[in-house]
């Protein structure tokens, strides 16, 4: 940013004892003569903050860079106003709290911290955010569930103006058929009335929610604050503008056809949702003649924790089988129940529920595996099960079996969003067909900004459960809308006012900027040019990364600038023996692990240069070509785990990266490099115990290497 530079260096939190700071301030003003450079012993006091707001006067603008500790922590104290471009040199974490005190390594490193922080502040533009000349802060609501009315009371309980959307002529989907539901009251021993009633009734008093049954999308435009939504009710077409969308279409119950093996297709055989249906109705029977079942044995995991079937645990289906077993005592003290089972789960507080089930003398809980079913001939049932607690097969007899068949996602397959994106009508789905984000950081976000999960829909859950993540997405629903219209990023760069530049005349229409955005946040024309949806944005970089014309840049952050802060590395020469590596890190976890680190006094190699990127798969090839032209020894780039488990806070970011390894090692053959010269590596937060092995790792490689050829050049 053109202006004035004043640059503040603090002597605190032991950076003074670490750091030769007079030193530091005559390096900072003999190369960068900024208009102030000042000594404080402590800037995040009342005394430092007066210093800097004193000299920055009454209409602050410019550049201030704070040579303190991490960018991080105390960002309520280090803020001076919008018109100033801030930059934080960590000097504590990265420098003082990790390299041994008053060395010569040491006293390079700040320098160079310093360089790259002057510069980088130099090179960032104030940001103009883009604000929609309109937006809607209406909270379209799929689904009329149990979490789909929680989303819909909360958020307008906080003002907002909702419309729930339902498939079904009638509001509560699945908890609308239960009979009773599982504790929601501590101590959590005994089952509850259906509270889906009083919801569906609060709903319906609220001014500010309007419900379509019989309805359906017919369509999604648009980004967050200005959704154009089209609703297909009957023959009547209502067209609705929202501005963030909560999903929370539930669940449906696996395919139980599928599971011959446990029997399904016989008479006698159901699955719990029939059990529901049954004890609605007063009496729970065969099917085959109606009469009242005596013996019912419950079959745990039926398909689930299966790779052939469903590979995960829903979570609720072992409570609910201990709630239908009490449903069959209610009806007949004397009937007797078995739950057969791999493991029995009940997380949390419901462990009082599975205690107090088991105070049933009628209850039988038994560890095992079922290796067939049969049916006799008066109609009931043989169960071959391998007992695990005996070690040998055993036989029962039952006349009812209950297939615990486990909860799918009712995610958007086709024909529930019909969003109108490139990327596809509907959100993205992980391994198990749940719509997610990140499922650590942002467990109610999905790839689709704007558009938020919740409920079953997104994991399976307990019907409590299912209400509070319904008030947590609407919540962020709201975040969303009141950000978008001043401009702000949502997640997880919450409140970034910057957005990609794209400058157009200079695309070549490669697509890659479309296709590799992971949010959708691009459209693009017949010809392929890139049509920008700036409030999809996450403001990830990754587009930055992908472009090979260089032509998308974000005012704070642009090619130029990191190109910048890696020519401002002093890059001793070969004599010297003191090799230079540069390290891009995520500053989503690999960053604040270093932070962490720092903080733990562990140390690293102070040959190591540190520049934060947004996202690995921010990265443009022509940093690593310039960092190696400028004789830098090798380049590490650390980001977020990949694969099915990711934690990469923008999806596809490392997997990004790892696919574009052809651009990178077609740059060192250009310059006739080692492939060992770049290393890639993903860090998760917690994992910061490993960075000393990291770094010291790769520099001790490179130092058996030799130095970068080009180093003096």
């Known amino acids: 940013m053109d202006g004035a530079t004043r640059v503040y260096l603090c002597a605190g939190c032991g950076i003074g004892e670490a750091v030769d700071l007079p030193a530091l301030k005559a390096t900072v003003e003999k190369e960068f003569s900024p208009e102030a450079c000042a000594i404080h012993p402590c800037l995040c006091g009342a005394e430092g903050l007066a210093l800097v707001r004193q000299e920055l006067g009454e209409a602050p603008a410019g550049n201030v860079v704070i040579g303190a500790c991490s960018g991080r922590v105390n960002t309520d104290i280090f803020s001076f106003g919008s018109g100033v471009t801030l930059e934080r040199a960590n000097l504590r974490e990265h420098v003082a709290w990790s390299q041994p005190p008053k060395e010569e390594d040491t006293q390079a490193l700040a320098e160079d911290v310093m360089r790259m922080s002057i510069v980088k502040a130099r090179k960032s533009a104030l940001v103009e955010p883009f604000v929609p000349p309109e937006t809607s802060k209406t909270i379209l609501v799929i689904g009329g569930g149990i979490a789909g009315l929680t989303a819909a009371l909360q958020a307008a309980r906080l003002g907002g103006e909702v419309v729930v959307v339902e498939k079904e002529p009638f509001l509560g989907g699945h908890m609308a058929t239960v009979h009773k539901e599982l504790p929601k009251a501590p101590p959590f021993r005994a089952l509850s009335d259906p509270t889906i009633d009083a919801l569906i009734e609060q709903v319906s008093k609220r001014p500010n929610i309007r419900v379509f049954t019989s309805a359906r999308i017919e369509r999604i435009s648009g980004a967050p604050g200005m959704f154009d939504c089209a609703i297909q009710r009957n023959d009547e077409s209502i067209d609705l503008w929202a501005g963030a969308i909560v999903v929370a279409t539930g669940w449906k119950p696996y395919d139980a ?17 029939q059990i529901e249906d049954m004890a609605r109705g007063g009496r729970i029977v065969r ?21 052939e079937h469903l590979p995960y645990c829903s979570s609720v289906c072992c409570m609910t089988s201990l709630k239908q077993a009490l449903y069959l005592r209610e009806q007949d003290p004397d009937a007797l129940a078995y ?34 079913v049969s049916t006799n001939a008066d109609g009931s049932l043989s169960l071959e099960v391998e007992n695990a607690l005996l070690g040998e097969r055993v036989l029962l007899q039952a006349d009812l079996v209950v297939l615990a068949v486990g909860m799918q996602s009712v995610a958007p397959d086709g024909g529930i969003l019909r969003l109108q994106y490139r990327l596809g009508e509907e959100q993205p789905l992980d391994r198990d067909g749940f719509p997610n984000s990140n499922f650590i950081c942002f ?86 040019t890139p049509k920008p949806n700036p409030t999809r944005c996450r403001r990830c970089g990754i587009c930055m990364g992908a472009c090979p014309e260089r032509i998308i840049n974000f005012a704070n952050y642009s090619i130029d600038q990191v ?136 520099v001790a490689s490179i130092q058996e290497m030799g130095p970068n050829p080009f180093k003096g050049m």
């Open 339 to 372: 739950v057969i089972y791999k493991d029995l789960r009940a997380p949390g507080l419901y462990e009082n529920f599975y205690l107090a089930a088991q105070e049933n003398e009628n209850l039988c809980l038994t560890r095992g595996e079922v290796k067939s």
């Open 443 to 528: 467990p109610y976000e999905t790839r689709r900004t704007g558009v938020y999960a919740a409920g079953c829909v997104r994991s399976p859950m307990t019907s409590l459960s299912a209400m509070t993540d319904a008030a947590g997405a609407a919540l962020k629903a709201l975040q969303c809308v009141t950000l978008t219209a001043q401009g702000a990023a949502v997640h997880p760069r919450a409140n970034d006012l910057s957005f990609p530049d794209f400058f157009l005349q200079r695309c070549t229409q490669c697509k890659r900027c479309t296709e590799e955005c992971p949010f959708g946040a691009l459209d693009d024309d017949e010809k392929g």
């Open 257 to 273: 056809s599928k599971l011959t093996r446990y029997g399904y297709g016989l008479p006698n055989v159901v699955t719990q949702q």
């Open 287 to 307: 099917p085959s003649d109606l009469k009242p079942a005596r013996r019912v044995a419950f079959i745990q995991c039926a398909g689930q924790r299966d790779p």
């Open 563 to 698: 190109a910048s802060m890696i020519k401002s590395i002093h890059v001793p020469d070969e004599f010297e023996e003191k090799p230079r590596v540069l390290v891009l890190a995520c500053e989503n976890d690999a960053m604040p692990a270093f932070d962490i680190a720092g903080l733990r006094r562990k140390r690293w190699s102070p040959h190591a240069r540190l520049i934060p990127v947004r996202c690995l798969g921010s990265i443009n090839v022509v940093w690593i070509s310039e960092a190696f032209s400028r004789g830098i020894d090798g380049v590490m780039m650390i980001g977020c785990k990949k694969g099915d488990d990711y934690q990469c806070h923008m999806i596809t970011g490392s997997e990004l990266l790892a696919k574009r390894g052809e651009n990178v090692q077609e740059t060192l053959n250009r310059l006739m490099l080692e492939p060992e010269r770049v290393r890639t590596e993903t860090l998760a937060i917690d994992e910061y115990d490993r960075i000393p092995e990291l770094i010291d790792g790769f």
